[in-house]
């Protein structure tokens, strides 16, 4: 992917919790569909190779909850993590994570993933298919600005992190926010 291309049309499966279902367990299935998550909005999304990984858990995740008041300042409606893990994993590790700001989308089936070019192969780890690492700004469903490790590939021997990294994406966005003001 790169700037100037729509992001794929997709349904994401979500649990969403609904106090109406009652008992221990008060979720219910939600669909969710790319325009649900960034129609009308200009919003970050970060995508990483698994729920409750060291990376994406110690760094990734938290970098981005922590600085989510920044992003607004910058003009982003919203923060969006993905990973292809269904909504069950999701919802628990942003639970554990004690996220309140970042919403989670669970790719579980890795077809936006895939279709975002983005899929590979982490059998080298026991994860299966995953998603490289990569964060964007979108604006209406639209790339604004793309961030992707280097080494894109299968197997890949190390998890590369930096290119999209809270602090790369803020960097972005200030240097866009001081060019629109000149």
């Not at 790319?34 to 938290?62: H, I, W």
């Not at 890949?156 to 629109?180: F, I, Q, R, W």
């Amino acid at each position: 992917m790169k700037a100037g291309q729509t992001l794929p049309k997709i349904t994401f499966r979500t649990r969403v919790r609904d106090e109406a279902v009652g008992g221990p367990n008060p979720f219910r299935w939600q669909d969710m569909t790319t325009d649900d998550y960034f129609k009308g909005k200009r919003v970050v999304l970060f995508s990483l190779p698994g729920a409750f990984t060291p990376t994406c858990s110690t760094y990734q995740l938290p970098g981005f909850e922590n600085n989510f008041a920044t992003f607004k300042d910058l003009g982003i409606d919203e923060i969006y993590c993905m990973s292809v893990n269904d909504s069950f994993v999701m919802n628990q590790w942003a639970k554990a994570q004690g996220i309140e700001n970042v919403k989670v989308i669970p790719d579980g089936s890795g077809e936006f993933t895939r279709r975002m070019g983005m899929l590979v192969a982490k059998d080298n780890l026991g994860f299966g298919m995953r998603s490289w690492r990569y964060a964007a700004v979108v604006n209406d469903g639209v790339i604004e600005a793309w961030f992707e490790e280097p080494g894109l590939c299968d197997n890949h021997g190390e998890d590369p992190y930096g290119e999209s990294s809270p602090e790369t994406v803020m960097k972005y966005l200030e240097e866009a926010k001081a060019t629109a003001a000149a």
